[in-house]
């Protein structure tokens, strides 16, 4: 895979990675949000139909009072006058004050005038005898110990849940002795449960608390509402939220569930605002990953696949000499400058490696020139034992340049050398030590062929020591001598050279160290 596909790959995946994580931490941490949010919405429209209905009791109770501290309701628990009846209570008077029930009792707690209307057909009805019973049980709504005495709230009766007041009888200037109870109370119908939504502009629903079958999502909240928890929200749908809540009777027992339901405008504008953040986010992240692959394919892979053409092309043509362009000032920069040495490098070996070939190419023809002029110049006579060199003198002018320029003949060469000039009398010739910095050597011939003379049987071995001690001089550039007789194993002759004082040989040998000494 490419550098540009590898970037490419390594960005998205990272910039995917991130999308992903951040699309999820901003679902949970927004959305949990939004919905905290939505929560603390739905309780507050709770509070507000709660609050609307108390506020429906306090009418009840203001209109209970109006009635109560009168100087004619004070007399007629007290005379039961009809006029009291037929002036006050008789036609629409209930139903203006959006009363369903009104009930006098006298100070012993006897009940002298009860009525009851039907406030959405306008028509008298019959009392609830629900409400009867309840007092004829428990008279305490009906028993007021001073005149500041108050008593409001909600009855759970078999007729429905009932809102009333209970005030003492007192004067129109609110003196006493109390002359008995005023009571009015108004249902909590679906008349006034739309009155309440109209109010609140509230999906509003109430149940008793004791109703046998209640909805799966009152029984729910029914479930889950204590005294540390008095509202409970619970999201139905896609679409809408809950909010439900418990109110208790005026004995402080749980009387009602309230259930307001709402359009869920928060959730929804949650869900709208993370998708407007995502849009966003994929958009910022493309124009990001657009921009840093243009910014890497200017600054980074656009000079990485030059400096890689470049080095390409030096290879494919083998031009050592030519050099990458360093441009800038960064590491790239700094990878081009430090190609450019290791190509200057390579120019400098290479150049050194063709000066050392054509010094070797040199030495070697010389070195074969030598040893062809040993082949035909130098003659040995087996009958004087003498060894003369009539053409030893033009081969050491030969050597002369190699030893001159300071270069070594090779134990190659050597072997060259000995082997060109013996291969007529010996089988083979072999250096077997040759180190030019101990200036040693050890030489092993085998025996001469046949019908050949043989100058290394000489006893003296003079012969042979100097004929070699002057090649190995000329290889080592030193004094050199025999160091011991030749030695005789297996058929085969060795001879040791090192470095030290010439001693005086045969007068032909001296002469031919000399002639080499001389020529170093």
Known sequence: MKLRKKTLVALGSALIIFIVILCGASNTIILNGFSEVEKRDTEMNVNRVVDALSNEIERINRSCADWAFWDDSYQFVEDGNLAYINSNLLGPS??????????????????VYTRAVDLAEEEVITFPQGLLDHLTANDLLLHHNNTVSSITGLINLP????????????????????????????????????????????????????????????????????????????????????????????????????????????FKQGQVSISY????????????????????????????????????????????????????????????????????????????LMRAKEGLELQVNQMRAISQALINDIGIERTTGLLYNSGWEAAINE???????????????????????????????????????????????????????????????????????????????????LTQKPIVKEGKVCYEFTTRALEPYEKSAYKLYAGVHNAL
């Not at 209930?94 to 707690?109: F, G, Q, R, T, Y």
């Not at 006034?192 to 209640?214: C, F, M, N, R, W």
């Open 399 to 481: 050597a002369k340049p190699i030893i001159e320029s300071g270069n070594k003949i090779t134990k190659f060469d050597l072997e060259e050398v000995f082997k060109a000039h013996f291969s007529a009398m010996y089988e083979e010739t072999v250096i077997d030590e040759f180190d030019v910095e101990k200036k040693m050597a050890r030489i092993t011939m085998t025996p001469p062929r046949e019908g050949q003379s043989d100058i290394m049987t000489d006893p003296s071995g003079y012969y042979c020591m100097g004929f070699l001690a002057g090649l190995i001089s000329l290889v080592l550039s030193e004094s050199i001598g």
């Open 159 to 266: 007729e429905g849940i009932l809102m009333f007041s209970s005030l003492p009888i007192l004067t129109s200037d609110g003196q006493g002795p109390i002359h008995g109870t005023f009571m009015m109370g108004r249902f909590l119908d679906s008349v006034e449960i739309d009155h309440i939504a109209k109010i609140t502009h509230l999906d509003v629903s109430i149940y008793g608390y004791d109703e046998p079958q209640l909805p799966p999502d009152m029984q729910k909240a029914k479930d889950s509402l204590t005294d540390e928890k008095p509202a409970f929200v619970w999201p139905m749908n896609e679409e809408y939220v809950a909010g439900y809540t418990s109110l208790r009777d005026t004995y402080g027992n749980p009387a009602v569930l309230l259930r307001v339901e709402m359009s869920r405008e928060i």
């Open 277 to 352: 953040f995502i849009s966003g986010l994929l958009i910022l992240s493309l124009a990001f990953l657009a921009l840093s692959l243009l910014l890497l394919e200017k600054q980074v892979l656009s000079r990485i696949s030059k400096v890689s053409k470049n080095v390409t092309d030096i290879g494919a043509s083998g031009d050592i000499t030519a050099r990458l362009t360093v441009c800038g000032a960064d590491e790239l920069s700094n990878l081009t400058k430090d190609i450019n040495l290791m190509l200057g490098k390579l120019e400098e070996s290479r150049d050194a």
């Open 94 to 111: 209930l139903v203006n004050l959006k009363i369903n029930i009104m009930l006098l009792a006298n100070a012993s707690n006897q009940i």
